[in-house]
């Protein structure tokens, strides 16, 4: 019996061994717990067992009916028990298991698949794996041949670059640093360098000892060479523009600079940063600002390019002559945000331009001359031939008198003289003609009196600039059209506009004004032209309509006679007037069209 | 025997050429017009004095084309050119034809009439020099071969002895050579002679005449 007992003992502290062991073994408090249940009922059923064979007869203090069904009512419940436990262990171990699988072939799937290289090694700097990626760029067909190696050791790799990996491996090993996206070359199987941004890492233990080195690196060369495309670009870029003759800049439709090049700065004496982020407003007076964002908002509002050429005051104080293009700059939904502009100097070339002008002009003129020459020696001799008559007889006529003596033939001599010197006075005449242009044949058709002031305007645009004069137009809207031959009534207006811009020149200074008016005068259409010069002559006003009476050095006497002759052709009439405060008026009407609805009462 | 200067007027207008008649009657000369340089060159007399006066531009023959046919017959009347409009070229053209001068219309008071007296006076001038030339050349012509001989040796300055030595004759033939010479050509000297005959240029000394 105490044997017995004596090996019940033995044998639960052995199972509490087993048990504990079992329990560092699995690691686990519920199979713990179960195994030392188990054996806390083997031991039980065992000593039952053993006592009941042991002691055969004896009356047990448990073998009592009661104590009996409890103690199998506890063994079967607590076997069922363990039945269930262990079942339920089995099968969390199972799922956990293959959690396990799983997760370890998916890591295995990203690191076949990612496009970045991925290797670990080991203190000593060999290579503990890889993932195919590397494998292949390194030349070797899969990832195991390349384990136990070094980077020294691996062919393709260029030893100088393989000393700057293992400073890099010893770094992270040994002092446990970490480099997150260090920019490297990477030497590959083919021969070519590639550039990668490689990130390092310790590989570190449970314990949390470095026992290696983890790397990833990924390729960066098309990235790297897209860069330096760019770079390239905007190299080219910026100095194409900044060594272009021209300036270059782009403001939005309020007006402000986003960009302009170093030239533009250059022209308007001004940094860079004082122009870009500013408006217009601050780089030009008011009134030409509002002119060129007048133009840039036709950009805007029309899509189109815009070429303009305009005179541009600088800093300097002088003017020069720009030609101009504005371009739309478009955003990606296609609206334009801002206008870009490239203007260039184009004075030199505008000067030479009307040097050339001018020289066209005289030599249109001696052109001109030259042809009336011609003209005038055919009626010269028709007309001459009564002339020189004239001539003859009266110089006759004085030397017959002068032969003789008295009063009346003295008068007489007196008269011949001046028959001889009026006849000599139009052979004068005949020669002036020569300025004479030819009449072309008139055409008569509709005109509107506004549009041929604005293009005569444009014509004598150069003589206006040459006499610095500002212009105001106060032209009525809807004028009534007049029936005339727009060539001959475009030379009046000319002739007027010249004159005026000559009077303004008198002036010694600015502002050199003239003004072109129109307006309904009961049937007519009248034109003014007027000019703030020195005025009129005191006396003969009319005198200023006839042929060769001129008050200029150098005038012909001819251009106010003319259009005389042209407006009342066209049964208009010319005339002029002095101005209340300064300066001449000059006027001619022109009989509405009967046609036009909006005749005048 | 002396005819009078004549202003023949060529203009194919009549009251241009009325005029001038009447300028030049105001003068004091005599005119004559022509409604042509046919006209006039069909009529004319080269042996009657004065000047033409001769519009440029006329219906049929121009002045100028009237200039080049006095030229080729041998006409040294002088010639006023009258033109409504006178250039340079024309001007050249004119004066190398001739033209004493190149008017434009309307002269000017006094300049066509002095230009015609001008004229006027340079064709007297001239005709009475080419009249003393002729005079002098007819009584040369009346020399005999031996009194050309001897006036030719007087021109060169000899003396009457040395004449009859080098031409072997007597010095009394001589003299009444001489003086037969100097009664023909009606001078008084030597001096006389070698001025008469200066005038005439040329002389033909080998006479075909005998005595």
């Known amino acids: 019996m105490h044997f017995v007992l004596l090996l019940a003992i033995l044998f639960s502290f052995a199972a509490t061994g087993v048990a504990f062991l079992l329990c560092r073994k699995i690691r686990d408090w519920r199979l713990t717990a179960l195994a030392v249940l188990?054996?806390?009922?083997?031991?039980?059923q065992t000593y039952v067992l053993l006592a009941h064979r042991a002691l055969p007869g004896t009356v047990q203090p448990t073998s009592s009916s009661w104590s009996r069904t409890w103690t199998e009512l506890?063994?079967?419940?607590?076997?069922?028990l363990m039945v269930m436990v262990l079942s339920s262990i089995l099968r969390e171990r199972e799922?956990?298991?293959?959690?396990?699988?799983?997760?370890?072939?998916?890591?295995?799937?990203?690191?076949?698949?990612?496009p970045h290289s991925v290797f670990w090694k080991d203190r000593n700097f060999r290579f503990l794996g890889c993932n195919d990626n590397l494998a292949r760029m390194l030349g070797f067909d899969r990832p195991e041949d390349l384990i136990g190696k070094s980077d020294f050791e691996l062919p393709s790799i260029d030893p100088e670059l393989a000393r700057n990996y293992r400073e890099a491996d010893r770094d992270v090993i040994r002092a446990g640093h970490s480099f997150i996206n260090?920019?490297?070359?990477?030497?590959?199987?083919d021969g070519t360098l590639m550039d990668a941004v490689t990130s390092k890492v310790p590989l570190r233990d449970e314990k949390g000892t470095v026992i290696g080195v983890l790397g990833i690196f990924f390729d960066i060369t098309e990235r790297k060479r897209a860069e330096q495309a760019l770079r390239e670009s905007q190299h080219l870029y910026h100095s194409l523009v900044e060594s272009l003759p021209q300036c270059i800049f782009r403001r939005d439709r309020a007006g402000n600079y986003t960009f302009v090049n170093q030239r533009y700065c250059d022209l308007h004496l001004k940094a860079y940063d004082e122009i870009v982020g500013h408006t217009i407003h601050e780089l030009y007076p008011a009134e030409i600002s509002k002119r060129i964002l007048d133009s840039d908002l036709g950009v805007f509002e029309t899509g189109e390019t815009f070429h303009t050429v305009r005179w541009l005051p600088t800093r300097s104080g002088k003017a020069i002559r720009v030609q101009v293009i504005k371009t739309p700059v478009r955003d990606e939904q296609d609206r334009t945000v801002e206008v870009q502009g490239v203007f260039w100097d184009i004075t030199e070339q505008h000067h030479s331009e009307e040097k050339l002008r001018e020289r066209d002009e005289t030599l249109a003129h001696v052109t001109r001359l030259t042809t009336m020459g011609e003209m005038v020696a055919g009626i010269a001799h028709e007309i001459n031939q009564p002339l020189y008559a004239i001539a003859n007889f009266a110089t006759a006529s004085s030397r017959v008198l002068e032969s003789d003596d008295g009063n009346t033939q003295n008068r007489l001599l007196e008269w011949n003289r001046k028959i001889s010197q009026q006849a000599n006075r139009a052979g004068d005449i005949l020669r002036r003609l020569a300025a004479f242009t030819k009449k072309s044949p008139v055409q008569n058709t509709r005109v509107d009196l506004n549009h041929l002031v604005r293009e005569s305007l444009e014509l004598v645009g150069l003589d206006a600039?040459?006499?610095?004069?500002k212009h105001q137009l106060k032209l009525v809207n809807d004028l009534p059209h007049v029936q005339a031959d727009a060539i001959q009534i475009q030379q009046v207006l000319v002739n007027l506009l010249r004159n005026a811009y000559e009077a303004t020149a008198h002036l010694s200074s600015p502002p050199h004004e003239v003004s072109v008016r129109s307006h309904v005068m009961q049937n007519n259409v009248q034109i003014s032209v007027s000019d703030n010069g020195p005025g009129l002559p005191d006396q003969d006003v009319d005198k200023l309509f006839e042929t060769f009476y001129t008050t200029k050095p150098d005038g012909m006497g001819m251009g106010l006679s003319i259009a005389r002759t042209i407006v009342e052709s066209h049964g208009g009439k010319i005339w002029t007037q002095a101005n209340p405060d300064r300066g001449a008026t000059f006027s001619f009407l022109l009989p509405i069209d009967s046609g036009d609805r909006r005749l005048g009462n | 025997m002396e005819i009078e200067p004549t202003v023949f007027i060529v203009d194919d207008d009549p009251a241009a050429r009325q005029s001038v008649s009447a300028l030049t009657e105001s003068m004091g000369l005599l005119a004559e017009t022509f409604a042509s340089a046919e006209t006039f060159l069909e009529t004319y007399n080269p042996d009657r004095p004065g000047c033409l006066v001769t519009d440029y531009r006329m219906v049929g023959m121009s002045g100028l084309e009237l200039q080049e046919a006095l030229v080729c017959n041998k006409i040294t009347l002088p010639v006023i050119v009258i033109t409504a409009y006178a250039d340079v070229p024309l001007a050249v053209d004119a004066m190398k034809r001739g033209a004493i001068t190149l008017l434009e219309k309307p002269c000017h008071e006094n300049e066509l009439v002095s230009n015609i007296r001008r004229a006027v006076e340079m064709d007297v001038c001239n005709r009475q020099e080419h009249a003393h030339v002729q005079q002098i050349q007819e009584r040369l012509a009346t020399l005999s071969n031996g009194e050309l001989v001897v006036t030719k040796l007087l021109l060169a300055g000899k003396m009457n002895k040395n004449i009859a030595r080098e031409l072997d004759l007597g010095l009394r033939t001589v003299e009444l050579r001489r003086h037969q010479i100097m009664k023909k050509m009606e001078v008084d000297s030597v001096a006389q002679l070698v001025k008469a005959l200066l005038a005439v240029g040329d002389i033909d000394w080998t006479g075909d005449k005998t005595d």
């Open chain 1, 38 to 44: 188990i054996l806390v009922l083997a031991f039980q």
């Open chain 1, 74 to 80: 506890v063994a079967s419940t607590m076997a069922l």
């Open chain 1, 95 to 114: 799922r956990s298991e293959r959690d396990v699988k799983s997760n370890s072939e998916l890591l295995s799937q990203i690191l076949r698949y990612i």
């Open chain 1, 182 to 189: 260090l920019e490297e070359k990477i030497s590959q199987a």
């Open chain 1, 465 to 469: 600039r040459r006499h610095h004069v």
